[in-house]
Every structure is written in C-alpha cells, then in structure tokens.
C-alpha cells in the first residue's frame, strides 16, 4: 500500500499527559479519526469526507489537513506547538 505524503507532519498533543501523535500521511489522520477518535461528531465526519476526496484527487490535502485539525479541536486535541494551552477537560 502506498501512502499519501500530506506535506509538514502535524503533530497533536492527544492526552492530559502530554502524550504527542505524529500524523504524516492522510492514511495514520484516517486511522485515527475511525478508529481512536474519541468524540462522534460532525467534525469528525467532516474531516473523514474531506480525507476520502483528498485520496480519491477529488479534494484538495490543504481542505483535508484543515478538516482534521478541525475536528482535533473539538476533540479536545491541541498541536504540539500550541501544548502550552491547557486540554479541554
């Protein structure tokens, strides 16, 4: 399986221990979003449509990578350049 390069790896502070998640393919965001997510929300939902058109070269990787951090956000995830911010409870 080839995997899809989606440009500066973003790297994602994903627990109150400061525990930091590496993404650098559309495939590991992918992964995450169906199978470790820890909220079902729209975002999310979004952010697996955007994916999917970015891997099909039906939508663009910047719309994809947007759409992830997004719903990062409201997962409670912050990036790790930003870990300085407390994670919502």
Known sequence: MIEIYWG????????????VQKFSTIEQAQYWLRKKWPVA???RHRALLRLEAAMDC?????????????AARTAGFVP??????PLAA
């Open 41 to 43: 929300d729209d975002a």
């Open 58 to 70: 039906m939508g663009s990787v910047g719309e994809a990578r947007h759409a992830f951090l997004s």
């Open 8 to 19: 500066e790896p973003l790297s994602l502070v994903v627990s109150p221990q400061g525990d």
């Open 80 to 85: 790790q350049d930003q870990s300085h911010r």
